[in-house]
Antibody, heavy 120, light 108 residues
C-alpha cells in the first residue's frame, strides 16, 4: 500500500524552529517529485514547497522563502521540511504529497497531515 | 503568480442533481497542468482530475473535467451523498503552484 506518514508537528513559540518529516512506503520514492502543502484551520490549501526526485530543483512559496527548507533522503524514503523563524501565520496542517508522474504534476498521494501551532 | 478564482463559493444542491464548478485562471494555463481535488472534513485532499479532464485512479465517471486557456470546469453529473465536500482546483505548471479558494458543495 502506498503511504505517506507525516510527523513532527506540535506547539512552538514564535521565532522558534520545527522539523517535519514525511515517511513514505509502497512505492519507489526516488522516482517521484514531492511537495508540501499547508492548510490553516478552516481555510483553503496553500502550496509551500516542492523538490524533484534528485533535489535538483527546489521551489518555495514566497511566504516561506528564506525561512523554510525542504530536503529528502532517498535512502530513507523520507521527505523533510525544516521550518525556522516560525510565525503565527504558519499555524496550519502540513501535508506532504507525491507528484503523480513529473515534478510539475497533480498530487496523487497525500499524507494525513501534521498540525503545527505557532503561539506563545 | 497565477491566481485561480473558483465560483461559486458555495453550491447548495440535492442528491441526484448536477453540479458545475468553475475555476478561472488569471493567465492562460496549459490544460496539462490543471487538477481538481475533493476534500472532506478531517481528511487530506483526494485527487479527482488531472490534466484538466483525466480521471484519477478509482474516481467514478460521474466526475468529469473540461476547459482550456483560463476557464476550467468540474462537473458532477449526479450528486451522490458522499460527494458533498469542498473542491479545489490547482495549477501545477508554474511556480509558485497555486490552488483556488475552493467551492463547497452542500446539501440543499
Amino acid at each position: 500500500e502506498v503511504q505517506l506518514v507525516g510527523s513532527g508537528g506540535g506547539l512552538v513559540q514564535p521565532g522558534r524552529s520545527l522539523r517535519l518529516s514525511c515517511a513514505t512506503s509502497g512505492f519507489t520514492f526516488d522516482n517521484y517529485g514531492m511537495h508540501w502543502v499547508r492548510q490553516a484551520p478552516g481555510k483553503g490549501l496553500e502550496w509551500v514547497a516542492g523538490i524533484t526526485w534528485n533535489s535538483g530543483i527546489i521551489d518555495y512559496a514566497d511566504s516561506v522563502k528564506g525561512r523554510f527548507t525542504t530536503s529528502r533522503d532517498n535512502a530513507k524514503n523520507s521527505l523533510y521540511l525544516q521550518m525556522n523563524s516560525l510565525r503565527a501565520e504558519d499555524t496550519a496542517f502540513y501535508y506532504c504529497a507525491r507528484a503523480r508522474e513529473m515534478y510539475r504534476d497533480a498530487f496523487d498521494i497525500w499524507g494525513q497531515g501534521t498540525m503545527v501551532t505557532v503561539s506563545s | 503568480e497565477i491566481v485561480l478564482t473558483q465560483s461559486p463559493g458555495t453550491l447548495s444542491l440535492s442528491p441526484g442533481e448536477r453540479a458545475t464548478l468553475s475555476c478561472r485562471a488569471s493567465q492562460s494555463v496549459s490544460s496539462s497542468y490543471i487538477a481538481w481535488y475533493q476534500q472532506k472534513p478531517g481528511q487530506p485532499p483526494r485527487l479527482l482530475i488531472y490534466a484538466a479532464s483525466r480521471r484519477a485512479t478509482g474516481i467514478p465517471d460521474r466526475f468529469s473535467g473540461s476547459g482550456s486557456g483560463t476557464d476550467f470546469t468540474l462537473t458532477i453529473s449526479r450528486l451522490e451523498p458522499e460527494d458533498f465536500a469542498v473542491y479545489y482546483c490547482q495549477q501545477c505548471g508554474s511556480s509558485p503552484l497555486t490552488f483556488g479558494g475552493g467551492t463547497k458543495v452542500e446539501i440543499k
